[in-house]
């Protein structure tokens, strides 16, 4: 058994795959399935966010489509037909059993301002104190890649620190990670829980072999990074499993866990400047400086080689060695056009060359957090 006592409120994320069936309709037996079990979780005093995917393939199953369009601009069409029926039957469902529930539609660029994010917080928190089921998922009608966050792995792991919660639960279409993807692999293992993920752990997890889902295995794991980094923990669990929710909250031994227990803990800013904020350029530096800031000193403009995009004095960076591996991330003390003139000198020099010196470090140790695998 696991003991779970200190999970008070669970963000569940639904999959594509788990809300339809083979022919890309939405199984409304399956749904009422998982609703049943959030309805019998929050009769025993759990909060609950819902995170669900599925409005493009609801959409697609509304206009009789097989596939899935290619084209941007279909997609984002698909998903504003979807969501509307995607609501209309969690509105249905919920009622039978007297929950309500609301709609939420996020992009990346509402976590990447402190100002919108607090009001985001302020919201859900006010949903939740109605005691009312908040439903959130991704604005893909209006996602552009730059505010995109592309998958709801990611998107539900990103909202854990927003909303308070303990657990992460990715409900999908498989009993949790495997060895290797067990679509193709009949020999894949069922890995039961899991302290740090590493990179050997990343290694196992490949895409979706199902037209539905988005980002596969590797999106799951990406998100249990960041909801570890966090103090969190994340699951997963089959939602082809009528009890799994329950099972899992209970304690019983199903799916995978994921504990971060062997990891980090990042402080609530620092968790920021990793995850939630976008960052505005990058900047390249040379072997020595790569070496000096995995022992988390400052990055100074001497090891700066490489300068990319248009950025101000406060943003957020990133540092990258020669090779294009991300090192580190972090706020910077100078703008852009600044680091072009500076980098690769000595701090003594940077008064000479911009007629004024605020600060020796590009990014003070303080303000930049380093990248973990
Ligand atoms: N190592 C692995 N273990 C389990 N599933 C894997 C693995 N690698 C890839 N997958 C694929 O990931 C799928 C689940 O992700 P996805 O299709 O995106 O579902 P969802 O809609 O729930 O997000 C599995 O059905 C499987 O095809
Ligand atoms: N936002 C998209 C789903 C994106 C996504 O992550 O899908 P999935 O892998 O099925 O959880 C939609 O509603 O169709």
Not at 74 to 82: C, D, M, P, T, Y
Not at 182 to 187: A, E, Q
Not at 230 to 241: L, P
Not at 358 to 373: P, Q, R, S, T
């Amino acid at each position: 058994m696991r003991n779970l006592e200190h999970v008070k409120h669970v963000i569940i994320k639904i999959g594509s795959t788990s809300l339809c069936n083979e022919d890309g309709q939405l199984d409304k037996e399956r749904i009422l399935k998982l609703i049943q079990q959030i309805a019998i979780l929050k009769r025993k005093g759990l909060k609950v966010t819902l995170v669900s995917s599925g409005a493009i393939s609801s959409g697609m199953g509304v206009l009789n489509l097989s596939e899935k369009p290619k084209e941007i601009s279909k997609k984002q069409a698909l998903a504003a037909i979807g969501q509307a029926h995607l609501m209309q039957i969690y509105e249905d469902l919920f009622s039978l059993f007297h929950l309500k529930c609301a709609q939420i539609l996020l992009n990346h660029d509402d976590f990447d301002h402190r100002k919108r994010l607090m009001n985001l917080s302020y919201a859900l928190s006010s949903i939740l104190d109605y005691d009312v089921i908040p439903i959130i998922n991704e604005n893909d009608t209006l996602a552009v890649d730059e505010i995109k966050v592309g998958d709801n792995d990611t998107l539900s792991a990103l909202l854990l620190p927003i909303v308070d919660a303990q657990l992460l639960v990715l409900v999908s279409d498989i009993d949790g990670l495997y060895n290797d993807n067990p679509h193709t692999n009949s020999n894949a293992k069922l890995l039961s829980d899991i302290e740090l993920v590493d990179d050997k752990i990343m290694n196992y997890a490949k895409d979706s072999s199902s037209q539905f889902g988005t980002g596969g295995m590797v999106t799951k794991l990406r998100a249990a990074k960041i909801v570890n980094d966090y103090g969190g923990d994340m699951a997963i669990v089959n939602g082809n499993n009528e009890t799994a929710l329950i099972d899992l909250l209970e304690g019983k031994q199903i799916g995978t866990y994921f504990s971060g227990k062997a990891g980090r803990t990042l402080s609530a800013r620092d968790h920021w400047i990793m995850y939630r904020s976008s960052p505005k350029g990058k900047v390249i530096v040379d072997d020595g400086a790569c070496e000096a800031l995995k022992t988390h000193t400052s990055l100074l403009p001497k090891g700066i080689k490489e300068v990319e995009g248009s950025f101000m004095q406060g943003s957020i960076i990133d540092v990258l060695s020669f090779k294009g591996q991300l090192i580190a991330r972090g706020i910077t003390n100078y703008s852009s056009d600044e680091l072009k003139l500076i980098k690769d000198h000595h701090s003594n020099e940077i008064e000479s060359i911009l007629h004024y010196k605020d600060y020796d470090e590009v990014i003070h140790a303080d303000n930049l957090v380093i990248n973990k695998g």
